[in-house]
């Protein structure tokens, strides 16, 4: 009997006793855990496919550790521009062991430490405009300034302006106006010796 379940945002083929490592999870070590996100159950000539999960299906595990995983060296390099940059970098991991795969739990009380990923999103987007607070338009006092400033101001801008305009534009020059160049004559060319 085999399992496809989503872990953390992974899909993975879990059996009875198989210890896999998936992305850090939020729990301790030794504590017990269930995946409620069951894609496929095989039981012997059976398979259950969910739509796009199994209702009531559970795969029970246990945190082992919390490990790293090796450094992964991550190496850039531009060619002929002298560009070369180097890091490393080493992924965290959760070490679990499959306890059971349940087809229906119904009946079953809920484990303290559940990781569920069920929640759909427009649960999540009613939630967040719930718990924000509201926002008040500043437009409205932007427009309250403008109507208490008094007339004398805008008058004394314009004035300016009139000055500008009774300037007169410096005159231009005219160009020089260009010769053409003198041609020099050609030399004579000399013969050939020979």
Do not use: C, W
Request: glycine share 6%.
């Amino acid at each position: 009997m085999y399992a496809i379940v989503e872990i953390a945002g992974q899909q993975f083929k879990v059996e009875e006793g198989k210890k896999i490592f998936v992305h850090r999870l939020e729990a301790e070590e030794g504590t017990e855990i269930e995946f409620d996100q069951v894609l496929l159950i095989e039981n012997g000539d059976r398979i259950i496919v969910g739509e796009p999960v199994i209702k009531d299906a559970l795969v029970e595990g246990k945190v082992l550790e919390q490990v790293r995983g090796e450094k992964v060296i991550v190496f850039k390099k531009k060619r002929r521009k002298g560009y070369q940059k180097s890091n490393g970098h080493r992924q965290n991991f959760s070490h679990v062991e499959i306890i059971s795969i349940l087809e229906k739990a119904e009946g079953r009380k809920p484990k303290k430490a559940v990781v569920k990923e069920s929640a759909p999103a427009a649960e999540k987007k009613e939630a967040a405009v719930e718990a924000a607070p509201e926002k008040k338009a500043p437009a409205k006092k932007a427009a309250a300034v403008k109507e208490t400033k008094p007339a004398a101001e805008t008058t004394t801008k314009k004035a300016p302006a009139k000055k500008a305009a009774e300037k007169k534009p410096a005159e231009k020059k005219p160009a020089a106006e260009k010769k053409p160049a003198a041609k020099k004559p050609a030399a004579p060319r000399k013969p050939k010796s020979e």
